[in-house]
């Protein structure tokens, strides 16, 4: 599958971006998706996954009650909405895809889009 992310782009601080992903190629509705973000000098790490039928969520600690994960299989798309924005939330965003949620380290996540940068100001 295919991942093409966008909707980064320039906020203050408190302020809210929602980011989308678009996928092509295989059959979205049966994966996983992912959220990860790595911001410079620092490891990629995981904000939020959805399992295939948006039953299911999780969230990284930092992001628990500011950020929302959502999916449209009819769109094969999955959003990010990001609310509450801080400085530390600087970083360039990725999507991922995998059949399952084998675990929430990219290492477990098979397919990759390019990143889309999000900058919070203070």
């Known amino acids: 599958v295919q991942l093409q992310a966008s909707g980064g782009g320039l906020v203050q601080a408190g302020g809210s971006l929602r980011l989308s992903c678009a996928a092509s190629?295989?059959?979205?509705?049966?994966?996983?998706m992912a959220w990860f973000r790595q911001a410079p000098g620092k490891e990629r790490e995981f904000v939020a996954a959805?399992?295939?039928?948006?039953?299911?969520?999780y969230y990284a600690d930092s992001v628990k009650g500011r950020f929302t994960i959502s999916r449209e299989n009819a769109k094969n798309t999955v959003y990010l909405q990001m609310n509450s924005l801080k400085p530390e939330d600087t970083a360039l965003y990725y999507c991922?895809?995998?059949?399952?949620?084998?675990?929430?380290?990219?290492?477990?996540?098979?397919?990759w889009g390019q990143g889309t940068l999000v900058t919070v100001s203070s």
């Open positions: 190629g295989r059959t979205f509705s049966p994966y996983a």
């Open positions: 991922a895809a995998d059949p399952v949620v084998a675990g929430l380290a990219p290492v477990h996540w098979g397919s």
């Open positions: 959805i399992n295939w039928n948006g039953g299911t969520t």
